[in-house]
């Protein structure tokens, strides 16, 4: 990358705390935020659920939730069973369902350079069965594929017979 020629001399100028990755990190600043991040786009929507999943303590979990709803990444969505209390689930929003390229990149690369073995999951089109990715481009118009539109699967080597 290349800075334009009156940004060059960085030490002229500092976007500081209004840097919108700052901004990201400052939501996302735990291991178990990113979790229950993954958590829901994995389909997870309940308290107790998160906390299983995540192997995190419930206040922890409580934490990045109260975080990742502050943030509006999540809502909460009451729901109630029958004979029991009304409780909440959490389900992204739309500015949550944004985040997947990200999330997606960070899988993409841990695959690529943590996983000796292979990538333990892979995220494919449901529609090609092809494995999805993220780039960058300069065309912002080309389609993108939806999280509906998406399938976890084993990668073949993982399968079973």
Do not use: H
């Not at 500081?16 to 990113?34: D, H, I, P, R």
């Not at 786009?41 to 659920?49: C, Q």
Request: proline share 7%; aromatic share 6%.
């Amino acid at each position: 990358m290349e800075f334009e020629p009156r940004l060059r001399d960085r030490t002229r100028w500092s976007i500081g705390e209004a840097c919108s990755m700052t901004k990201l990190l400052n939501v996302l600043s735990t291991k178990t935020a990113f979790l229950a991040l993954r958590e829901c786009f994995y389909g997870t929507t309940r308290f107790e659920d998160f906390t299983e999943r995540i192997g995190a303590s419930a206040p922890a979990v409580s934490r990045a939730l109260k975080q990742l709803e502050a943030a509006r990444i999540i809502t909460r969505v009451p729901y109630q069973e029958c004979g029991k209390r009304v409780r909440d689930e959490y389900r992204l929003t739309p500015a949550g369902e944004d985040l997947l390229p990200v999330l997606v990149a960070l899988v993409q690369w841990g695959d690529k350079y943590l996983q000796d073995s292979g990538p333990p999951l892979e995220l494919v089109a449901a529609g090609t069965q092809r494995r999805i990715g993220v780039r960058v481009t300069d065309d912002l118009d080309a389609p993108s594929i939806e999280p509906e539109d998406i399938q976890i699967r084993l990668p073949a080597k993982r399968r079973s017979p």
